[in-house]
């Protein structure tokens, strides 16, 4: 299990609750740097703690990748598996998985077999809890896949956290730091087997997050 701890002084919550903004977290895939999708968005408050594991799962939709829209999960596999094949099918719907060599390590696949619309948004899904709050099911990329393509998928323990004015969880979001919407200063989080929790506090004079311990 990974965990994050956001910390905020009081005065900096009551500022930033008047200014309508929202602690963005987007993670990261091997194609995507951070992913293209708002994975969480909630309310500043002075300490919140946010926890994952390491499983993932698929969704297809019919949703836009257009800068501001919320992601509607039409299809989904609700747990899949690395190194796995799934084919999505006429009826709307994921069939497998089958084992697949050609996938490394961490490698998620989705051949799309559906003909009935040009083309078919595909990304993952993992679950999160939020002070001990389980949300289920949260995009966390989108990427188009025209019929008969193939989309390959690798998440990463990469956690880009910053504040914005615009932001809901699935919404296709613009680059961090693009000047379509009031953003604070990103800070990249890099998880991995020897580091799994880490807690940043908000520091108004940079107008973003600093690392405070980590372990």
């Known amino acids: 299990m990974y965990q994050l701890t956001i910390l905020f ?15 963005v977290l987007r993670k990261s895939t091997a194609d995507q740097d951070p992913a293209n999708v708002i994975w969480l968005a909630s309310g500043p408050v002075p300490q919140s703690v946010v926890q994952w594991g390491s499983d993932y799962g698929l969704y297809a939709s019919r949703s836009t990748l257009d800068q501001g829209n919320i992601i509607t999960k039409n299809a989904s596999v609700g747990t899949a598996y690395p190194r796995q094949s799934y084919v999505f099918g006429s009826a709307f719907t994921f069939s497998g998985p089958q084992s697949d060599p050609t996938l490394q390590q961490g490698e998620y696949k989705i051949t799309n077999n559906y003909t009935a619309d040009p083309w078919v948004v595909f990304g993952m899904t993992q679950e999160i809890i939020v002070d001990g709050q389980t949300r289920t099911g949260h995009p ?13 998928f690798k998440p990463l323990e990469k956690i880009t956290i910053y504040l914005s004015d615009q932001a809901a969880d699935g919404m296709v979001t613009a680059k961090v730091g693009q000047a ?36």
């Open 9 to 23: 002084d009081s005065a900096d919550v009551s500022l930033l609750v008047q200014g309508g903004f929202k602690v």
């Open 140 to 152: 966390l990329n989108g990427q188009i896949a025209l019929t008969r393509m193939i989309a390959i």
């Open 180 to 215: 379509t919407v009031v953003q604070g200063i990103p800070t990249t989080l890099t998880y991995s087997a020897g580091m799994s929790d880490i807690a940043v506090r908000y520091d108004r004079s940079l107008g973003g997050f600093v690392v405070q311990s980590s372990a």
